[in-house]
């Protein structure tokens, strides 16, 4: 199975709320990454978290890494409609040079 | 915006035709990706290339082949597409260091 489990699969809240996605990975890791996808369009990325990192943030995004636990989480604080998008944590195990696994990402929909 | 660029962005097109997907970077990266993905679905990655002259197969088993004779450039070609082919297939690069990678907006292949 992917290395990466996002859940939940499907998330929907309304504006203003507040956004969060869990991703659970089962090798280590040297960084963890986050990615958006809008429907039918190409991943951007959003954030990366090494290894050694137990906390990051970036605008409105707080993304957490814990590595006893294999998890990681991608909160969105005062989302906005234009939030609505897929989201995929991405695991760098740092062996095969480069290569991502990607998570199953969560759907979600933010209702104005 | 990324500087990658993948043509067409669609294609219908009928079983046994060959097809060439089209993937170019200006941003110099060495390192490109192939991706294959259903809609609402994880990214399964099926061609991978470290530079000029290089190229691997990755995780998911795909009958298409890939070609790297000039590194912006990373065709995608299946010699005779089957409706299991159809699918949204998405291209990537990363440069050397953070392996962050950057995507192109996909082409949705439908094969009737």
């Known amino acids: 199975s992917q290395q990466g489990e996002e859940d939940p699969q499907a998330l929907s809240i309304q504006e203003g709320e507040n956004a969060t996605m869990n991703c659970s990975y089962k090798?280590?890791?040297?960084?963890l990454q986050w990615y958006r996808q809008n429907s039918g369009r190409g991943l951007v990325h959003l954030i990366l978290i090494r290894s050694n990192e137990r906390e990051k943030h970036s605008g409105r995004l707080r993304v957490t890494l814990d590595t006893s636990k294999k998890s990681s989480s991608l909160l969105i604080t005062a989302s906005r409609a234009a939030d609505t998008a897929s989201y995929f944590c991405a695991t760098d195990a740092g062996t095969s040079g480069s290569r991502l696994t990607f998570g199953e990402g969560t759907q979600l929909t933010v209702n104005p | 915006e990324a500087d990658i660029y993948q043509t067409p962005r669609y294609l219908v097109i009928g079983t046994g035709k060959k097809i060439t997907l089209e993937c170019s970077q200006t941003?110099?990266?060495?390192?490109m990706y192939w991706y294959q993905q259903d809609p609402g679905m994880e990214l399964h990655l099926i061609h991978y290339?470290?530079?000029?002259?290089?190229?691997e197969k990755g995780d998911l088993s795909s009958e298409s082949t890939v070609s790297r004779i000039r590194t912006e450039h990373f065709p995608l070609t299946l010699e005779s597409a089957r409706p299991s082919h159809t699918s949204q297939y998405l291209c990537?690069?990363?440069?050397?260091?953070?392996?962050?990678?950057?995507f192109g907006p996909g082409t949705r292949l439908t094969v009737l």
């Open positions: 090798t280590s890791i040297n960084n």
């Open positions: 941003m110099g990266h060495d390192k």
């Open positions: 290339s470290y530079g000029v002259n290089s190229t």
């Open positions: 990537a690069s990363s440069e050397d260091k953070r392996n962050t990678q950057y």
